[in-house]
């Protein structure tokens, strides 16, 4: 028996220092209750909270559900302040790819890999784009200007960095607000300069495919005939998605339609100096999260 009890003990450590590959653990109201009635105690029920990631409601009535369930005013005390103070200690709070989107994550662009051997999610480094090429000078030139001429934003290099074999892949848009003041914990957050920091929703993107040249990949984002310079990109252009909020901050942002291989990205802020179009005294820019669809 002593042998039997020794060798559960070793499973139940092995079993306490698995990898950080097992998906990390999100604490609710409900678990919370079930930690108190099963009688750890107070302090160790809030060194639990304190040290976990967490998704609590937190209104009147469930402050008062909680208490009528048992929870202790300190246990409580201790769930508003991870929930709204950002006490949790940015390691425990912040998971760079764990698959589950009520986890708190830095801002920014993740595609969930759900088709790899283990499910993560990997964020998109944007690339900018500070460098416009034209396109159909000759025939904007030969016919007075009566044909367009186009503007295109270009990104150096032919594929992502970032790929999957899936046709209608899944995002998840990480914006300031799911933070709930973590960020001041040392996650550094992707929408803190420039105009990006109005972003709220992913509705402010564009789904774009780009062309792919020699050493380049490009995409429209302006023209310019006799009737007037357009800048942006085109509606035709766009790629449909649609997107929903699984809480404050974090959007799901999926496909409309299923994708064909090749080079896309969510582009943000196209702009240029004064002057019409893409012209003027600056060079068109671009902020683009790129990714690939390239089938196995």
Known sequence: MKSWSRLAAVALMGACTLPGGVRAETLTNDMVVALVQAGLGDEAVIAKVRASAAHYALSTDDLISLKKRGVPGTVIAAMI??????????????????????????????????????????????????????????????????A???????????????????????????????????????????????????????????????????????????????????????????????????????????PAGELAAGEYGFLYSVSAGAGPGMWGSGTGSARIFDFAIQPE
């Open 81 to 146: 302040d991870a929930g709204t103070s950002g006490s949790v200690s940015a390691k425990a709070a912040f998971s760079a790819d764990s698959p589950d989107p009520l986890v708190p994550h830095p801002s920014g662009i993740y595609m969930l890999m759900d088709g790899a051997p283990q499910v993560r999610m990997a964020r998109i480094d944007p690339t900018t784009s500070n460098q416009s090429k034209t396109g159909g000078i000759l025939g904007y030139a030969f016919t007075g200007g009566i």
């Open 148 to 254: 367009s001429l186009s503007i295109k934003a270009v990104i150096p290099n032919t594929s992502a960095r970032t790929r999957t074999p899936k046709s209608r892949p899944t995002f998840y848009f990480y914006f300031d607000e799911s933070s709930r003041g973590l960020s001041q914990s040392g996650a550094p957050s992707l929408w803190l300069s420039g105009p990006a920091t109005a972003i709220t929703s992913p509705n402010e993107f564009t789904l774009i495919r780009f062309d792919v040249k020699k050493d380049r990949r490009e995409t429209r984002v302006g023209s310019m005939n006799l009737a007037g310079a357009k800048s942006g990109v085109m509606d035709k252009d766009r790629i449909a998605f649609d997107y929903e909020q699984i809480t404050p901050g974090v959007f799901k942002v999926t």
